[in-house]
């Protein structure tokens, strides 16, 4: 299978825990990557508000990450903020076996 070679692998399913975010780096950029119900989702791990590299460390609830700072809130699929503002970047994911490929994108500032 031809994967996109803008995909990079980073992990394995199994290396990700339920609920927990881990951080990686990638290109210099900070990436949060998410197991949630099966789902897998990446974000940027730097929150607008004080441009801190903590998204990775926050709370799951309802479809959302809790920056553990002050609380902002994001949707894990979108990277938005409550009514569709913009808040991080999301980047594709792609699953292939128990393979994690995550697309980088051209980083654009996002708040
Ligand atoms: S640094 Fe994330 S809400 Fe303040």
Known sequence: MLIDK????????DDLKENL????????SEIAVFKVEGEIYALSNICPHQKSAIIFDGLIECGKVICPAHGWEFDL????????????????VFIHGRDVYIKMIEKDINW
């Open 6 to 13: 803008q995909f990079i692998k980073i992990c394995t399913i």
């Open 77 to 92: 699929a979108t990277g938005n903020q409550a009514g569709g503002r913009r808040g991080l970047t999301s980047y594709p």
């Open 21 to 28: 975010g881990k951080r990686f780096i990638i290109d210099n």
